[in-house]
């Protein structure tokens, strides 16, 4: 069965679900502070949703979620990417923590 559209409503279409889409994308911004989020406390300084790289494990990191950093850990032998935000083959990751694990 197939179901024919036209084009302007499939443009409609189109057009209201590029509108729905929540505006998440990576920020840009540069940290004000240089907070430990260690304790999990604060994310002062960062944007919620930012990914901050753990200064002393390479294989974590932080996501910020409205002011409170929560923890996280990359799978197996990974390694945190803080240029791309993932987590990234270790030779890849160009992590500054690496020669501190």
Known sequence: MMIK???MAAAAVLAVGVLCVPAYAASA??????ADLSDGSSC???????????????TRFYHCSWGVAHSKQCPGPLHFNPDVKVCDWPEDAGNPAAGKA
């Open 29 to 34: 911004q540069t940290p004000t502070t240089t």
């Open 44 to 58: 002062d300084g960062y944007a919620h949703g930012d990914l901050v790289a753990d200064p002393d494990d390479p």
């Open 5 to 7: 559209v036209s084009r």
